[in-house]
């Protein structure tokens, strides 16, 4: 079985910083794609950043653009996120998402982030 844990979430003031970390324990998998999707309450579950590892390419929502840097490591399966400028709309439950080359995708059991204005 693999896990997904993430860390890092928190309370913070807008303008702020946070690092969200995420890493996989368990059964060995690899993946292709790592990611982060946040949920608000009442709102759907939506894509904030994503990394390809073969290609090295990265994908941020238009939302989270020039604020957030998505980075990891391929070979342990861990992705960050590194939230910068942080505005009370970005809060939510965040997800951490493995895309593995055979099977669904995993998910993490989210951590919270909350940006009070």
């Known amino acids: 079985q693999v896990q997904l844990v993430e860390s890092g979430g928190g309370l913070v003031q807008a303008g702020g910083s946070l690092r969200l970390s995420c890493a996989a324990s368990g059964r060995t998998f690899s993946s292709y794609a790592m990611g982060w999707f946040r949920q608000a309450p009442g709102k759907e579950r939506e894509s904030v950043a994503r990394?390809?590892?073969?290609?090295?390419?990265?994908y941020y929502a238009d939302s989270v653009k020039g604020r957030f840097t998505i980075s990891g490591d391929n070979a342990k399966n861990t992705v960050y996120l590194q939230m910068n400028s942080l505005k009370p709309e970005d809060t939510a439950v965040y997800y951490c998402?493995?895309?593995?080359?055979?099977?669904?995708?995993?998910w993490g059991q989210g951590t919270q982030v909350t940006v009070s204005s």
């Open positions: 990394i390809t590892w073969s290609r090295g390419s990265t």
């Open positions: 998402a493995a895309d593995p080359y055979v099977g669904p995708r995993y």
